[in-house]
């Protein structure tokens, strides 16, 4: 890495005239053979060729500046790029099990805050999970309540699911470095962003009527919906820690808007004709997990309404659905009891 960022510097003073015509001949012959085998001439000697020699130094320089500045500048920028999309490999890898530890947190989170309502015989609203309005925060405020307020904060920054290190930000600040002293700054943010967009699109993609009919905790719901956590957890670990931001909190609100979407439409298809009580709120709760998640360990605040208005339409439903349960239950019992004239 250290390698990369002289010859990155190197290049940087030497893309100019002014810099190249300023710099010594011997510093210049040092700095354009590095990187690459010398050239054999047909005198059996290396460097540039005998004829750019001999017409004295301006021909030489427009031969280090044509020729061996450009393929030492190719030759970091294959190496830098190497190394990037194998971090990217691994970032993709990386994030299933950071959206399980994420979605597991929220699990506890939103226990907690069932526990809390119950205390004051309340039922836990899903304005407990989104974020709230300031008047509404400070209403509670002025009330005195601070149980209720302590509900509906989020935690300051969220649990330590993925540091920097882990996530290997040190690779992707040098490719970045690199990048930006060779003046390549904004290809290569366009480069991050469109590769991390093509795998947010496949894994989206891969939902299916399946997908929703294993909704326990280590089902394919749960597997499906830890990965887009894990995706979006990463995402704003970058952010915060590259400068300027590979990831923009535009490009990352877009990307949401799509996961939005592809997750409603999931949840449509499934429980359009779901009748299980038990299949409903399984799905329900790994729902509510994934949302809880991303408000509590993502710093950038991504419009969750979406998916919480769409949970939210689901309620009648989810009453008839509950009625219903409560009604064959009923009438499996009185086809069970057998009851003679003196009982009746």
Avoid at 94 to 112: I, N, S, T
Avoid at 213 to 232: E, M, V, Y
Avoid at 261 to 268: D, F, N, P, S, V
Avoid at 288 to 296: K, Q
Wanted: proline content about 5%.
């Amino acid at each position: 890495a250290g390698v990369l960022l002289r010859q990155g510097s190197m290049l940087a003073a030497l893309l100019t005239s002014e810099a190249l015509l300023a710099a010594p001949t011997s510093a210049l012959v040092g700095v354009a053979h590095q990187g690459r085998p010398e050239e054999e001439r047909e005198d059996g000697g290396s460097g540039p060729p005998a004829q750019v020699q001999a017409e004295g130094p301006e021909p030489y320089l427009e031969y280090l500046r044509n020729t061996r500045v450009p393929e030492l500048r190719n030759a970091v920028l294959i190496s830098v790029r190497k190394d990037f999309n194998e971090w990217l490999s691994k970032m993709r890898d990386l994030g299933p099990g950071v959206g399980r530890r994420a979605l597991d947190y929220a699990r506890m989170r939103l226990q907690k805050k069932t526990e809390a309502a119950a205390k004051q015989g309340q039922v836990c609203a899903l304005d407990a999970i989104v974020p709230v309005g300031v008047e509404q925060l400070r209403a509670h405020s002025a009330a005195g309540d601070e149980e209720q307020l302590a509900m509906l904060r989020p935690l300051t920054g969220g649990p330590s699911l993925c540091t920097p290190e882990d996530a290997g930000i040190a690779v992707v600040h040098t490719c970045q470095c690199v990048y930006e002293r060779l003046q390549e700054g904004a290809p290569f943010r366009s480069y991050y962003s469109a590769q991390r967009r093509k795998q947010i699109a496949f894994h989206l993609r891969s939902i299916s009527a399946d997908t929703t009919k294993d909704a326990s905790d280590s089902g394919l719901l749960s597997q499906w919906l830890a990965w887009i956590c894990g995706f979006f957890v990463l995402e704003d670990l970058v952010r915060q820690c590259t400068t300027p931001p590979l990831c923009s909190l535009v490009d990352l609100s877009l990307m949401w808007e799509d996961s939005a979407g592809a997750i409603t439409r999931a949840l449509q298809g499934s429980l359009a004709t779901l009748t299980d009580v038990q299949r409903f709120t399984a799905v329900k709760d790994r729902t509510v997990e994934l949302v809880t998640a991303l408000r509590e360990c993502c710093t950038a605040q991504l419009d969750l309404s979406t998916v919480v208005r769409y949970l939210e339409s689901l309620r009648p439903k989810f009453h008839q659905q509950l009625l219903e349960d409560a009604r064959r239950q009923l009438e499996d019992l009185l086809q069970i009891e057998r009851y003679d004239d003196q009982a009746l």
